[in-house]
């Protein structure tokens, strides 16, 4: 019988970050999810990792700060905080994160000082981001469950049931199985989404035009010589690494001034401690120039107006609806795995590798690339059952790319 938590914590070290001898590993993750952050911390030392630097962090001592802290916190950075993240990244560390929280801990706290700290720490770590989103060194994002944030899932369960139940969704989203060889099925895995971006890659569509009965009716330009990415991604330093998972998604960069029309969520989405929830942006030359939410619409307005590449789309990403995780039917209220369900947009920042050279340029050459530029990145879900994607390219031909939330080719 397999060890799971031991298979899912190599499958983390060494296809997620890949971890190389004699590379530093800087890991940051919640303190309820110890026993297996413990357990990749090992196996990226049984890897040769130089050493693994730990950041702890806790819901319940992040709620006291954001409720009680002194007012002028919040405007505030500790350049140490900062020079710590340049310096590791500098020295080629790869970023481990385990993402798991109580979705609505947040909840209550005033929305200026979330805005106010979002801002603060967006302009002190600008080097700092710009290199991460430019993969300077391999990053990776995964999930374990945490008792508050499954009740959230599954409310009408036990706080052990509901702990149990996410555990099983979570194996079967990141394809581990009892039967073991979890990360030879990733690059399967990995290898079959690459399909998907040369085939995106050959056609080089002008536009793409998304309709649902949602009310969806969104037409995304794509920038010349933009780029599909999905799977696995080579890092500057010559490292290939998976960032998020699981991963299901085939994502590029929208034309930030080409986008116009309506888009109507279709999933609700936890922005800093917060639910929103039934919101629809309408886009005038790829600016939002309208936000409606039935829920949370204040927190949503105010990551909008963090800056002003923050009411422009960085990211288009298509997710079949037949993938694993929109299959099991769960609303996880985490990002991670919401947005593998479901084809999704972000507004703010663009990913560089998302047009020929981009990894290169800087942010004003990027911007004239086409590619968007902001101090935050918020992935928002938009798939359905109905969902239909039309390609069109400069010469004016249509081809079917999704039909009824799936793949048409
Ligand atoms: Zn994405
Ligand atoms: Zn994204």
Not at 319 to 339: A, C, R, W
Not at 367 to 386: A, P, Q
């Amino acid at each position: 019988m397999i060890n799971k938590l031991e298979e899912y914590a190599h499958l983390v070290v060494e296809i997620g970050l890949n971890v190389q001898k004699g590379q530093y590993v800087v890991i940051n993750s919640p303190i309820e999810c110890a026993p297996f952050t413990r357990l990749c911390v090992k196996a990226a030392y049984e890897v040769g990792a130089k050493e693994v630097l730990m950041t702890w962090t806790d819901d319940f001592v992040s709620r006291q700060y954001w409720l009680n802290a002194d007012d002028s916190v919040f405007d505030e950075v500790y350049p140490w905080i900062v020079e710590k993240n340049l310096e590791m990244t500098k020295r080629g560390a790869s970023r481990l994160s385990i993402s798991a929280r109580n979705p609505e801990n947040l909840k209550g706290v005033d929305p200026s000082r979330l805005k106010r700290s979002s801002k603060a720490y967006g302009e002190a770590s600008k080097e700092f981001s710009a290199m991460l989103m430019a993969n300077a060194v391999p990053w990776c994002i995964a999930s374990i469950p945490v008792p508050s944030w499954a009740k959230k899932v599954f409310p009408d369960l036990s706080e052990q049931e509901a702990v149990d139940r996410l555990w099983e969704e979570i194996y079967n989203a990141v394809r581990i199985t009892d039967e073991g060889g979890a990360v030879e099925r990733w690059k399967k895995h990995c290898a079959d989404l690459s399909e998907k971006c040369r085939i995106l890659n050959e056609h080089a569509f002008k536009y793409l035009h998304y309709t649902n009965s949602l009310g969806t009716d969104l037409t995304v330009e794509l920038p010349e010589g933009h780029v599909w990415g999905a799977g696995s991604e080579i890092s500057k330093s010559g490292i290939e690494f998976v960032a998020n998972i699981p991963t299901e998604e085939v994502f590029t960069a929208p034309k930030f001034d080409g986008v116009n029309g309506k888009v109507v969520a279709s999933k609700p989405l936890i922005l800093g401690g917060n639910i929103v929830d039934g919101f629809s942006m309408t886009f005038k030359d790829g600016k939002i120039v309208e936000v409606h939410a039935e829920q949370g619409e204040e927190f949503l307005k105010n990551e909008i107006g963090i800056d002003e590449g923050a009411s422009y789309l960085g990211e288009v990403a298509l997710v079949p609806y037949d993938s694993p995780i929109s299959k099991s039917g769960v609303l996880f209220y985490n990002t991670l795995f919401d947005e593998n369900a479901s084809c999704h947009l972000a507004f703010g920042n663009a990913y560089p590798s998302c047009v020929e050279g981009g990894a290169d340029l800087d942010k004003d050459q990027l911007k004239e690339r086409g590619l968007n530029y902001s101090l935050t990145h918020v992935d928002f879900m938009i798939g359905t059952s109905d969902l239909n994607i039309d390609g069109i390219k400069a010469n004016g031909e249509k081809v079917a790319v999704f039909r009824n939330g799936n793949y048409a080719f």
